[in-house]
């Protein structure tokens, strides 16, 4: 039955086909690993980590019950665990008093688990309500999404994956783009992944805005867009992949604001145009900025967007475009900068969560329709960049070899031969880089995955197992913003508030089940220092306040201090 398996009657039942799930049975333990964990229970159920469970997510019959899967998945995403492989190392036995349980499964089971949910359920779209039901929760935050792309490194050999520029390693590597959609705080919504990576625009066109426009409550009617012809349905926000006058105005055909940052930014404003400017950032912050605002009219678009700069100390311009003519330049600069809110939040993933990780080795076939970028455009690319580096090089050793000569007197034979010898191998790669070019414009750009030679297709990777897990992640992310937002009130620093929490997850805490009474006690050990006892107190009264019933029982969540606990005279 495996170590520390105490309930040997119901584990026998389940094998033999007669027990649907083990029902969560604590046991008064004291001193319990890491049972700090258990105080993020209430903020996970009030994210959804059950709803809508049962009705996507099919599980089999067994000692170990969906309920029970799903919690022991986040609470191992919130001890940092951050893949399946790594449970293995856990205490088994502490980590599955803390669900209830003897004991979590072992982690051949755990895939066995994963992999049925994903072939029988239906992960996607347990995935999407949820993202519907965040959006509902919180209507106003949802009016304003952030886009990004976030290129997933594959290392793998399974399958040759296109290669893409990742930023942050300044290298060009095999992997798939993750497009994240969050709110204006930086909790996400929901996540596309691409293996063929045809763009941010192509893929806000196709899956993105469309998704959005189904699930975003209270839009304006149609009536009301009617009345004001500067009200929009939601606003999206992008960085400069996305600027394209083309895309706002499409956009703006089905009333949604663009955001994003102007390429191409050639002139220079007057320094007298900018006047100085309380923002007001969506953390609540306050600072000052130098803003000025200018009309923009794309001509061939026949559309007028609003151009907002910033004036850095350096004297440098930072240039936002956008269609929202609504609101004036103080909330539109708070809206565009507020982007590092997303990116700390990829970053905190990567970091904390590992995102990046695999969950699955299988690959999934992809579609022959789909456009990828045709391999012998991208070759005569390739060609035409090397011919005119080499030409460039030819041009330079040219002109110093001119100037030369001006300065001193030459050697007439040497300098004759020489000078004819780089003005030959100029004008034949100027001839050969010109047939590239011509061959390049009547070569198609991107062709369908069908017509690709057989030595360069690929295949996708399996997407329902991550997203599954990644799904459990946003949950488990969604849940530690929650209860560090909580600790904000009473905690002056934002990042000391989420440290507090991580250190609330890894303490140990005492497990006192009071059937009598109906209360399931957990009393944490203290914390470092006294201070942050006065925090965990504090939240403590919160929790308590929701009334919470552990999942599965009748037994309500009471959260305690270790120290609130002992007489003032036994105190040392």
């Given at each position: 039955m495996g170590l520390g398996c105490t309930r040997e009657q119901e584990r026998v039942e389940a094998a033999l086909g007669g027990l649907n799930e083990a029902v969560p049975a604590f046991v008064p333990d004291q001193d319990v690993k890491s049972a700090g964990v258990l105080f993020a229970l209430p903020a996970l159920l009030l994210n959804g980590l059950l709803k809508y469970a049962n009705n996507y997510l099919s599980f089999p019959k067994g000692y170990y019950g969906l309920q029970s899967f799903l919690l022991l998945l986040s609470f191992a995403a919130l001890l940092r665990i951050k893949s399946l492989e790594a449970i293995r190392y856990c205490e088994a036995g502490e980590l599955g008093k803390a669900i209830g349980l003897d004991r979590i499964p072992e982690i051949r089971t755990l895939r066995k688990k994963v992999k049925y949910i994903?072939?029988?359920?239906?992960?996607?779209?347990?995935?999407?309500?949820?993202?519907?039901y965040w959006m509902e929760e919180d209507p106003e935050l949802a009016g304003i999404l952030y886009v990004d792309g976030h290129v997933r490194v594959y290392s793998g050999s399974k399958t040759p994956l296109p290669k893409r520029y990742v930023s942050r390693q300044k290298l060009c590597l095999r992997g798939l783009t993750d497009y994240w959609v969050n709110d204006a705080v930086g909790k996400p919504f929901f996540v596309v992944s691409k293996a063929v990576n045809s763009g941010l625009l192509s893929v806000m066109r196709e899956q993105i805005i469309p998704r959005l426009l189904r699930d975003i409550p209270k839009q304006p009617t149609g009536e009301e867009l009617k009345a004001n012809r500067h009200l929009y349905r939601f606003g999206v926000v992008f960085d400069r992949e996305g600027y394209s006058p083309?895309?706002?105005?499409?956009?703006w055909e089905k009333r949604i604001a663009c955001y994003t940052y102007k390429k191409y930014v050639n002139d220079v404003w007057p320094e007298s145009e900018f006047i100085e400017k309380e923002v007001v950032l969506n953390n609540?912050?306050?600072?000052?900025?130098?803003?000025?605002?200018?009309?923009?009219?794309?001509r061939k678009q026949d559309l007028w967007v609003r151009e907002i700069r910033k004036l850095t100390d350096t004297g440098h311009q930072t240039s936002i475009i956008t269609t929202d003519f609504m609101n004036n330049a103080e909330v539109l600069a708070?809206?565009?900068?507020?982007?590092?809110?997303?990116e700390n939040f990829l970053k905190y993933m990567m970091e904390h969560y590992?995102?990046?990780?695999?969950?699955?080795?299988?690959?999934?076939?992809?579609?022959?329709?789909?456009?990828?970028?045709?391999?012998?455009y991208r070759e005569l690319e390739s060609q035409i960049k090397t011919k005119s580096t080499l030409l460039n090089r030819q041009r330079v050793k040219y002109g110093a070899l001119v100037l030369k000569a001006e300065g001193e007197e030459p050697d007439i034979r040497k300098y004759v031969q020489e000078k004819a010898t780089i003005r030959e191998s100029i004008d034949t790669l100027e001839k050969e880089i010109e047939q590239l070019k011509a061959t390049k414009k009547n070569t198609e750009k991107h062709i369908e995955f069908s017509k690709l030679p057989e030595d360069k297709k690929f295949q996708d990777l399996k997407k329902s197992g991550k997203q599954f897990v990644d799904t459990i992640k946003m949950i488990a992310y969604r849940a530690e913003t929650a209860m560090a937002n909580t600790l904000q009130e009473y905690i002056s620093k934002k990042d000391e508030a989420r440290s507090l929490v991580r250190q609330i997850f890894m303490t140990d805490a005492d497990i006192m089940p009071d059937e009598k009474n109906g209360v399931l006690r957990i009393t944490i050990h203290n914390m470092t220092n006294p201070r942050n006892n006065r925090y965990v107190q504090q939240l403590c009264d919160v929790l308590n306040s929701s009334e919470t019933l552990f999942p599965g029982t009748n037994l309500r969540l009471v959260y305690n201090l270790v120290s609130n606990q002992i007489p003032p005279d036994q105190e040392f």
């Amino acid at each position: 039955m495996g170590l520390g398996c105490t309930r040997e009657q119901e584990r026998v039942e389940a094998a033999l086909g007669g027990l649907n799930e083990a029902v969560p049975a604590f046991v008064p333990d004291q001193d319990v690993k890491s049972a700090g964990v258990l105080f993020a229970l209430p903020a996970l159920l009030l994210n959804g980590l059950l709803k809508y469970a049962n009705n996507y997510l099919s599980f089999p019959k067994g000692y170990y019950g969906l309920q029970s899967f799903l919690l022991l998945l986040s609470f191992a995403a919130l001890l940092r665990i951050k893949s399946l492989e790594a449970i293995r190392y856990c205490e088994a036995g502490e980590l599955g008093k803390a669900i209830g349980l003897d004991r979590i499964p072992e982690i051949r089971t755990l895939r066995k688990k994963v992999k049925y949910i994903t072939n029988h359920g239906e992960p996607e779209q347990w995935s999407k309500e949820l993202s519907k039901y965040w959006m509902e929760e919180d209507p106003e935050l949802a009016g304003i999404l952030y886009v990004d792309g976030h290129v997933r490194v594959y290392s793998g050999s399974k399958t040759p994956l296109p290669k893409r520029y990742v930023s942050r390693q300044k290298l060009c590597l095999r992997g798939l783009t993750d497009y994240w959609v969050n709110d204006a705080v930086g909790k996400p919504f929901f996540v596309v992944s691409k293996a063929v990576n045809s763009g941010l625009l192509s893929v806000m066109r196709e899956q993105i805005i469309p998704r959005l426009l189904r699930d975003i409550p209270k839009q304006p009617t149609g009536e009301e867009l009617k009345a004001n012809r500067h009200l929009y349905r939601f606003g999206v926000v992008f960085d400069r992949e996305g600027y394209s006058p083309e895309f706002f105005k499409e956009m703006w055909e089905k009333r949604i604001a663009c955001y994003t940052y102007k390429k191409y930014v050639n002139d220079v404003w007057p320094e007298s145009e900018f006047i100085e400017k309380e923002v007001v950032l969506n953390n609540g912050e306050v600072v000052k900025m130098k803003l000025a605002e200018r009309g923009v009219y794309f001509r061939k678009q026949d559309l007028w967007v609003r151009e907002i700069r910033k004036l850095t100390d350096t004297g440098h311009q930072t240039s936002i475009i956008t269609t929202d003519f609504m609101n004036n330049a103080e909330v539109l600069a708070a809206r565009m900068f507020s982007r590092w809110s997303q990116e700390n939040f990829l970053k905190y993933m990567m970091e904390h969560y590992g995102i990046d990780r695999l969950i699955e080795y299988e690959q999934e076939a992809i579609s022959e329709t789909t456009k990828v970028v045709n391999p012998r455009y991208r070759e005569l690319e390739s060609q035409i960049k090397t011919k005119s580096t080499l030409l460039n090089r030819q041009r330079v050793k040219y002109g110093a070899l001119v100037l030369k000569a001006e300065g001193e007197e030459p050697d007439i034979r040497k300098y004759v031969q020489e000078k004819a010898t780089i003005r030959e191998s100029i004008d034949t790669l100027e001839k050969e880089i010109e047939q590239l070019k011509a061959t390049k414009k009547n070569t198609e750009k991107h062709i369908e995955f069908s017509k690709l030679p057989e030595d360069k297709k690929f295949q996708d990777l399996k997407k329902s197992g991550k997203q599954f897990v990644d799904t459990i992640k946003m949950i488990a992310y969604r849940a530690e913003t929650a209860m560090a937002n909580t600790l904000q009130e009473y905690i002056s620093k934002k990042d000391e508030a989420r440290s507090l929490v991580r250190q609330i997850f890894m303490t140990d805490a005492d497990i006192m089940p009071d059937e009598k009474n109906g209360v399931l006690r957990i009393t944490i050990h203290n914390m470092t220092n006294p201070r942050n006892n006065r925090y965990v107190q504090q939240l403590c009264d919160v929790l308590n306040s929701s009334e919470t019933l552990f999942p599965g029982t009748n037994l309500r969540l009471v959260y305690n201090l270790v120290s609130n606990q002992i007489p003032p005279d036994q105190e040392f």
